[in-house]
């Protein structure tokens, strides 16, 4: 009988891999806290027709990319077509809308992490379900907090332990000046046609923006493209000056890409993506996001301004293991071990020591000591506690498995003790 694998395109995250994952979410966690985000969760899968009026029909994610889920029996609910998420902001969004989450106090500040999935040609550090720190907010039209998203990712990337993270930007322009702009792309890759590969030819008619998101473009073609920064009208000038302003008054490292439009069509203004200076190409984005002022509107819902952002952890900690970043340790780890049978003391002194907040790995076999505290060690604890005659005494033995070094304590002094 042939042998199951994981699905093409996934990867099983085992324990030794997982260790820097939880690093990276535990950061994501904190830095939600301190800037005041409110978790949310959302379904892992919705209607298709939320991501093709969200995401756009034309758009890589609903066109070639969606995980789609059909013939399920029943009602006509739930006989509707479905795709698992490829990006949550619309899911957000709809959850916004069906809860009328616009009457609570506002700007509405949200986070989540999950998996995300993508129908996509498996590549380095690109998988069909990969895990996502996502944050939005909703009901702030100004440009201070398109600085502040974009300072909170580079004091992600910072404090998780990389560095030469550059945010490219640009502004996209709204519905007031996004139509001329479309035409001056139209007027000048129309008669460069032939010079563009099938992808882009169909962008052109569909979403001419996104022709500049095509990474075969040829180099002098999209060198002297239109910039949308020329074609903006004054109020979207004006947002994005202040937005560089604000960049520059509290120091995140950025450079304007005058090429970057994003790949979903929700985006109206601020733009940017995340990369390792010097190593900008196809998949070397971290992660990056925009505004998305109109989507509450093309959902069904009112006229709200909306922001967000994107981080791939499987690509944060891909950039963490080729710069060699050291991920902390969690914490002590702390073996319990015993002669004989005293299984009872182990599990007891262990509950004990839960207690004080250590992590413990009782020994739950009757296996001879040494053997025990072999265990111990390659499992990577750092201490054992020897449970001996001594208990009746409220000590045990403590020893430090690098060192070799023991001592007789206390029980209530063992977790001061391993944290030094």
């Known amino acids: 009988m042939p042998q199951i694998t994981a699905p093409r395109g996934t990867r099983d995250l085992l324990p030794e891999e997982a260790v820097a994952f939880s690093h990276v979410e535990s950061v994501s966690r904190d830095l939600a806290r301190r800037y005041a985000f409110e978790r949310i969760e959302i379904p892992l899968f919705e209607r298709v027709e939320l991501f093709a009026r969200g995401l756009g029909e034309s758009s890589d994610a609903v066109e070639k990319e969606m995980f789609r889920v059909g013939g399920a029996r029943g009602s006509d609910e739930e006989r509707a077509e479905w795709a698992l998420r490829p990006e949550p902001t619309a899911g957000i969004v709809r959850a916004f809308i069906e809860h009328g989450m616009h009457v609570r106090p506002g700007p509405l500040r949200l986070t989540t992490t999950g998996p995300m999935f993508r129908y996509d040609r498996p590549q380095a550090g690109r998988y069909r379900q990969f895990s996502q720190w996502d944050v939005e907010v909703l009901g702030d039209p100004g440009p201070a907090v398109d600085a502040e998203l974009i300072e909170l990712a580079h004091r992600f990337y910072a404090e998780v332990g990389l560095s030469g993270v550059v945010a490219h930007v640009n502004s996209i322009g709204d519905a ?58 004054e109020p979207c000038r004006e947002h994005f000056a202040a937005v560089l302003a604000l960049l520059d008054a509290v120091g995140a490292r950025y450079e304007v890409d005058h090429r970057l439009v994003r790949g979903l069509d929700y985006y109206t203004r601020t733009a940017f993506e995340f990369v390792i200076a010097g190593r900008e190409g196809q998949q070397q984005a971290l992660g990056g996001g925009g505004r998305y002022d109109g989507l509450v509107e093309v959902l069904g819902g009112r006229p709200t301004a909306g922001i967000g952002f994107g981080i791939g952890l499987d690509r944060t900690v891909l950039a963490m293991d080729e710069q060699g970043v050291t991920v902390p340790p969690a914490g002590p780890l702390v073996a319990v071990v015993g002669f004989g049978d005293d299984h009872a003391d182990r599990l007891r002194v262990a509950a004990t020591l839960r207690d004080a907040g250590l992590a413990v790995r009782p020994d739950g076999t009757s296996r001879k000591l040494g053997k025990q505290l072999e265990s111990a060690a390659k499992a990577g604890a750092g201490w054992a506690v020897i449970i001996g005659e001594e208990l009746a005494r409220g000590e045990v033995g403590l020893k430090d498995l690098a060192t070799g070094g023991q001592r007789t304590i206390g029980v209530d002094e063992v977790a001061t003790a391993v944290r030094g």
């Open 176 to 233: 007031a000046c996004r139509p001329p702009y479309r035409e001056a792309l139209v007027d000048h890759f129309r008669p460069h046609v032939e010079r563009l590969g099938e992808d882009a030819r169909r962008r052109l008619e569909v979403n001419p923006l996104r022709v500049l998101d095509d990474k075969a473009l040829d180099p002098d073609l999209a060198a002297s493209a239109p910039r949308s920064v020329d074609h903006l009208c």
